[in-house]
């Protein structure tokens, strides 16, 4: 069965702080992982990933995938509390399959 | 920004009662999707549609659960006679082809509580 991992499940930092979100997966078969943002209601895109070491960045946002460790890392610098959220890692097996989620990371940023 | 629509944002129904789900995904978009997500819980596929049919489901979307595109822009889950644990948030969720660089788009959700 397919199967998605995150950690750390939730997450409290102050405003300014890196963090670092961790995803893995066993897969029968990979395509690519994908990173949501979920605040109220539906979840947001942010990456999808396919290659492995290549990083994709978006603003302060960033996220690379290792295919041989099969995980992802979805890295957040100079947080703020607008990133407070709940961040769920997705897996797209190939071909025309539905996305496998993860159980998400809450993050909690405090000013 | 093209958006997927659902309507109603929360509906409320009596125990053994039908609901229907309504979503308009984005006019250009081939493959449409239902999800569902209980409370403190991850999002769990239900379906699959493209071309007019079910092309994929999981074990959840079992006979009281069906999906419909009535009239071409209109994607419907309705769900016949209605259990406590269908009480979730139901996302509707389409994507123009597998592959494209942007993942799926999902609505903002229908919250349905069983009652």
């Known amino acids: 069965e397919d199967k998605v991992v995150q950690s750390p499940l939730s997450l409290v930092v102050h405003e300014g702080d890196t963090v670092t979100l961790n995803c893995s997966y066993e897969?029968?078969?990979?395509?690519?992982l994908l990173w949501y943002k979920q605040e109220k209601k539906a979840p947001t895109f942010l990456f999808m990933l396919t290659s492995s070491g290549i990083e994709k960045k978006s603003g302060r946002l960033s996220s690379i995938l290792d295919k041989k460790e099969l995980s992802s890392i979805l890295n957040i610098t100079a947080t703020q509390t607008g990133d407070s959220a709940i961040y769920l890692c997705?897996?797209?097996?190939?071909?025309?399959?539905?996305?496998?989620f993860g159980k998400g990371t809450r993050l909690s940023v405090i000013a | 920004e093209p958006e997927v629509t659902q309507t109603p944002s929360h509906q409320v129904t009596q125990m053994g009662q039908e609901v229907i789900l309504r979503c308009v995904p984005i006019s250009n978009h081939l493959y449409f999707y239902w999800y569902r997500q209980i409370l403190g819980q991850k999002v769990e596929f239900l379906v699959s549609f493209y071309n007019n049919e079910i092309s994929e489901k999981s074990e959840i979307f079992d006979d009281q659960f069906s999906v419909e595109r009535p009239d071409g822009s209109n994607f419907t889950l309705k769900i016949r006679s209605t259990k406590l644990e269908d009480s979730a948030m139901y996302f509707c969720?389409?994507?123009?082809?597998?592959?494209?660089?942007?993942?799926?788009?999902f609505g903002s959700g229908t919250r349905l509580t069983v009652v």
């Open positions: 897969v029968t078969n990979f395509r690519s």
């Open positions: 969720a389409s994507s123009e082809m597998i592959g494209q660089d942007y993942g799926y788009t």
């Open positions: 997705a897996v797209m097996p190939r071909g025309n399959t539905p996305l496998v």
